[in-house]
């Protein structure tokens, strides 16, 4: 794999050690200033890494490694690395805090803008509106955050430092569940008639030409257990007493931009939303989550709805995604949403989700492969493998990316304008889907493919790193790819945590057993058998009651034919390997009998 995880990690912490200054003196703002989701990325790039990585772990002083304090060492040694960050994680609670209330803050501040071409600016009151990417950012962060404080609590004996630590594990389990609450509050369901815009686009996506009351029972007939689901729920009755009364009417559930249950925002999904919530909530019903105890009480309640939520969202965007007769309609480029807008922004997010749901339900090979070969349309459909054409309209899902129009938010306040939200990942977002999906295939020959796609996506990233100045060796300046787009000499944490995230996504895969190949498998099972025939025949000519020599020798043998099946499964060349020198020992008394006996 061409992305090394733990050299890139170092270097993205010296990058930002440069970026950001002293801790006296901490630059928290990017090159669109600071807000509470740009702040949270910068938290999560110094605190993903150890996480997956424990060799990068600087919870623990005395065991820091000289590479992660030479990365850090504008935080100071290893005795005041751990010091500092807690002392970043209680200024960040104290920075979106209200400071009237004290309660937790998730505003979107300047990651909010009005549309291409729009020059009014949003008012404050609309900078002031919170939103999902907040609520699933800080959830990441906040588990990250105490997972890191209770290790470091074991660590420190000074009474001060341990009163400070404590003051930042309370305020960080405060936000933790507002923003689980704020998630909670954001899922949404909207019920339309299948004869409108929206239910004509559902019907056409999922099967083009069919007749409209056919489409309808197919579909219908498909969700059916998400539909029982959502009875679960309970504060949606309203919908899903719709649903039943009207056969004629279909839906779609997912989260909004923001609160909507009561709230401001408009109460229907929105896809990239969607697929932000779900990611989050994946670390909250994380196994290691349960197995640390990092969640109280009240969060556990809070959890539980999450996740009928999230439950009932993956596999309502599954099966949308899958439904049809040949072929699916994701892999029909670009997804075109409910309100007819068509990206292949769109597409990769169908992806996202439609990935997890199949490796959470074990399908079968073939339908795994149908997604890489989606991912590798929509690498080169994004000129990440490809070169431009001349004024590529594509380069516009790299810069300016992707504009999102947030239902709701120009009813905040007098005289606002209509504002949207900004997509741009879209490179990093490949390069995570495909070395999750790598993590989930089972073919050798599929993984290798994978694992193409991601070194060639790495190769364009790495290209997009700043070069100069302050933020050099941070993301993201697309410019360097594509010269025809503006430069950027300043780094956005917003780029550069999900590039780190993916970072982590390569560790997890680098550590996990590579799937056998059908092969090399079916090889070393034939050996396996041939070596073990041939060593229970050498028993039995009663080598084993022969002298120490040669019954060490046969013991030594034995050793490695238990290894040997032991690893048959998950590392068939290793098996060959010791298969092999067994073979060879005793194929070497068989020719010294063989010599006696001519004599």
């Not at 424990?54 to 010091?83: M, N, S």
């Not at 083009?208 to 029982?228: F, K, N, S, Y």
């Not at 995570?432 to 993984?447: F, P, W």
């Not at 944490?493 to 970072?503: A, D, E, G, L, S």
Request: hydrophobic letters at 40%.
């Amino acid at each position: 794999m061409k992305l090394q995880p733990r050299q890139e990690s170092l270097s993205v912490w010296k990058a930002i050690s440069n970026w950001c200054g002293p801790v006296q003196s901490f630059r928290w703002a990017d090159r669109g200033g600071s807000n509470s989701i740009s702040d949270a990325e910068l938290l999560l790039c110094l605190l993903l890494p150890p996480q997956k990585l424990p060799g990068l772990r600087y919870d623990r002083p005395d065991q820091t490694h000289a590479d992660v304090c030479t990365a850090l060492a504008g935080f100071g040694g290893p005795v005041e690395i751990p010091q500092r960050v807690v002392g970043l994680l209680g200024d960040f609670f104290g920075r979106h805090s209200d400071p009237e209330t004290g309660l937790p803050t998730f505003a979107a501040g300047n990651y909010l803008t009005t549309a291409p071409g729009d020059e009014a600016r949003p008012t404050p009151e609309q900078l002031r509106l919170e939103v999902v990417d907040s609520f699933a950012t800080s959830v990441v962060l906040c588990l990250s955050a105490l997972r890191f404080l209770r290790g470091y609590r074991q660590q420190v004996q000074r009474k001060s430092h341990l009163e400070e630590i404590a003051r930042v594990e309370t305020a960080t389990e405060r936000r933790l569940t507002a923003a689980m609450g704020g998630l909670q509050r954001s899922f949404t369901i909207s019920v339309f008639d299948a004869d409108s815009p929206s239910g004509r686009t559902m019907r056409e996506n999922a099967f083009p030409g069919a007749h409209p009351l056919d489409a309808v029972r197919r579909i219908r007939g498909a969700l059916t257990t998400v539909e029982a689901g959502l009875t679960e729920l309970g504060v949606y009755a309203e919908q899903v007493e719709d649903l039943r009364l009207g056969p004629n009417n279909l839906f779609e559930c997912g989260w909004s931009w923001g609160v909507a249950q009561p709230g401001y925002a408009e109460p229907v999904p929105y896809l990239c939303f969607t697929v932000v919530a779900v990611d989050g909530i994946r670390d909250l019903l994380a196994e290691e989550t349960r197995l640390l105890g990092l969640l109280n009480e009240e969060q556990q309640a809070i959890k539980e709805v999450l996740r009928v939520q999230w439950e009932l969202a993956q596999r309502y965007w599954s099966i949308i995604a899958t439904l049809g007769d040949q072929r699916w309609p994701v892999e029909e480029l670009p997804w075109r949403t409910t309100d007819d807008r068509e990206s292949d922004y769109y597409t990769l997010l169908m992806l996202s989700l439609v990935s997890h749901a199949l490796g959470d339900r074990n399908a079968p090979q073939s339908d795994l492969s149908r997604v890489t070969r989606v991912l590798e349309d929509l690498a080169d459909r994004g000129r990440i493998r490809r070169r431009p054409l001349p004024d590529d309209p594509a380069l516009e899902l790299h810069r300016p990316g992707r504009w999102e129009h947030l239902g709701g938010a120009a009813q905040v306040g007098a005289d606002a304008p209509p504002v949207g939200w900004r997509l741009s990942e879209l490179s990093s977002l490949v390069l995570g889907r495909a070395l999750d999906l790598a993590a989930l295939v089972n073919d050798s020959q599929e993984q290798a493919r994978l694992l193409n796609l991601a070194d060639d996506v790495w190769r364009h990233l790495e290209r997009r790193r700043l070069r100069h100045g302050p933020g050099a060796g941070l993301w993201d300046d697309p410019a360097n790819v594509f010269p025809t787009l503006a430069c950027h000499d300043a780094p956005s944490w917003y780029h550069t945590v999900r590039v780190v995230q993916c970072m982590g996504a390569a560790a997890s895969l680098i550590r996990s057993a590579p799937p056998p190949g059908r092969n090399i498998s079916a090889i070393a099972a034939e050996l396996l058998a041939e070596a073990e025939n041939t060593f229970d025949r050498e028993l039995m000519r009663g080598s084993g009651e022969a002298g120490p020599a040669l019954q060490d020798s046969l013991w030594r043998q034995g050793s490695k034919l238990r290894r040997a099946r032991q690893i048959l499964g998950t590392q068939p060349g290793a098996a060959m390997q010791h298969l092999l020198e067994v073979l060879r020992e005793l194929d070497k008394l068989a020719a010294v009998r063989e010599f006696e006996a001519g004599e």
